[in-house]
């Protein structure tokens, strides 16, 4: 399978900690892109890092990509009860088409 | 700018029946894609269209498919449906699609098949 996978499945965290979730993908890639999904609704674009950055900041997130060990992680700085939610690489295959990993389900305790 | 629409949210039926979803995209955007998203299986890519054409199919039966208007909204139909097919269909819509683009989706239709 080409899915990335995200890893861990679940994490649980206070407020005002940091959050870092990875992901591993399995081929040769020009971009990646990280999504959140809060329940019960759609995903949400948060961050697109092209294979030639090491790292992408925006806000509280920042994404960096290693593409010699095809994994990409997602910190989140400062968390809130907001950000809990599940994340989602994304990456794409040779067929023009994106394939989502499994997910990281956040859990931010106020 | 609106976003991503779809409708119905809810949707319930039977096995055996055939359903029919619908997306608006954010206008100007001219590619929608379709997904399935599954506690077992996650997110799974259905297919995209651009520009009234499928351009992009995942790994699904025949029993899935799709179309897109000259406005750029799509149908996505369901036939024959089976108790597997329960699931949140999800829309997403870029401007020109591929894998450069951030895309957009809408909250999805829960579908639950009894």
């Known amino acids: 399978s080409q899915q990335g996978e995200e890893d861990p499945q679940a994490l649980s965290i206070q407020e005002g900690e940091n959050a870092t979730m990875n992901c591993s993908y399995k081929?040769?890639?020009?971009?990646l892109q990280w999504y959140r999904q809060n329940s019960g609704r759609g995903l949400v674009h948060l961050i697109l890092i092209r294979s030639n950055e090491r790292e992408k900041h925006s806000g509280r997130l920042r994404v960096t990509l290693d593409t010699s060990k095809k994994s990409s992680s997602l910190l989140i700085t400062a968390s809130r009860a907001a950000d809990t939610a599940s994340y989602f690489c994304?990456?794409?295959?040779?067929?023009?088409?994106?394939?989502f990993g499994t997910g990281t389900s956040l859990t931010v305790i106020p | 700018k609106a976003g991503v629409t779809q409708t119905p949210r809810y949707l319930i039926k039977t096995r055996g029946q055939q359903v029919t979803l619908s997306c608006s995209p954010i206008?100007?955007?001219?590619?929608v894609s379709w997904y399935q998203q599954t506690p077992g299986q996650g997110l799974q890519f259905l297919f995209e269209?651009?520009?009234?054409?499928?351009?992009n199919k995942g790994n699904f039966p025949g029993r899935f498919s799709g179309r897109q208007f000259s406005n750029s909204r799509s149908e996505m139909n369901v036939s024959t449906l089976e108790l597997g097919d329960s699931a949140l269909y999800l829309c997403?819509?870029?401007?020109?699609?591929?894998?450069?683009?951030?895309?957009?989706f809408g909250d999805g239709t829960r579908l639950s098949i009894l």
């Open positions: 206008s100007g955007h001219r590619s």
């Open positions: 081929t040769s890639i020009n971009n």
């Open positions: 997403a819509s870029s401007l020109e699609g591929g894998v450069s683009q951030p895309q957009h």
């Open positions: 269209y651009f520009s009234e054409t499928q351009r």
């Open positions: 994304a990456t794409e295959n040779t067929g023009n088409q994106f394939y």
